[in-house]
């Protein structure tokens, strides 16, 4: 796995420090509430785990799995859900946690799925943003990185379901993916 990054780009005590600082400040946002921590799978796993240790409010949590074929050229294409929640969030805080932003177009139609469903507010909270890919309309609340349109891998991001064991943020060879 490792010889098939080019280079690391974020290090485990990078992610550490990070993932901790947005959680810190994802707290001071929920004083009161209980909101319900949907983890996006399955990039956002490592990073759920690692994100909900350091909320020090009372919180529940939820999984939904969606599909974005359909993104880009044709972006006509509705989302799928592959694996839905089992709350109810309306009337509900919301806190959505995804992997990376690329197009947007996962995160702007579950945002407005949740809406749709009732929730008192939407909060989207991501470890990895390619602001230069965006075609949709999302913009995160809490963003961990900033990242350059290159493909990576690691810390729950897959290519073709591997590398999502690696502990660090890695860039993927072309070679790998280019064949
Ligand atoms: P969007 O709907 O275009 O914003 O795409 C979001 C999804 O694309 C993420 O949840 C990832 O599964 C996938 N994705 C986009 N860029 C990368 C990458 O660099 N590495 C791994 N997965 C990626
Ligand atoms: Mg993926």
């Known amino acids: 796995m490792h010889q098939d990054c080019e280079r690391v780009l974020i290090t485990e005590e990078e992610l550490r420090r990070r993932v901790e600082e947005i959680a810190r400040a994802v707290n001071g946002r929920y004083q009161g509430g209980t909101p319900i921590v949907v983890g996006i799978l399955k990039g956002s796993i490592i990073f759920f785990a690692d994100f909900i240790r ?3 409010i009372p919180i529940r949590l939820d999984f939904m799995s969606v599909s974005s074929y359909g993104e880009g050229a044709a972006s006509s294409g509705k989302l799928r859900i592959r694996k839905d929640l089992d709350s ?3 009337g509900r805080d919301v806190i959505l946690v995804e992997d990376i ?3 947007g177009f996962t995160l702007a139609n ?6 749709e469903r009732g929730a ?3 909060c989207i909270v991501t470890l990895l943003n390619k602001k230069d890919r965006r075609e949709y309309d ?3 609340d ?3 990185f900033d990242i350059e349109n290159e493909f990576v891998v690691g810390y729950g991001l897959d290519y073709d379901e ?3 064991n690696l502990p660090y943020i890695g860039i993927l060879k072309r070679e790998i993916y280019e064949t």
């Open 54 to 56: 350091h909320l020090e």
């Open 88 to 90: 109810d969030v309306s």
């Open 101 to 103: 932003i690329d197009s």
């Open 110 to 115: 579950l945002k407005k799925l949740f809406e």
């Open 120 to 122: 008192r507010s939407v």
């Open 138 to 140: 999302v913009f995160p």
């Open 142 to 144: 809490f963003n961990c």
């Open 162 to 164: 591997r590398y999502r």
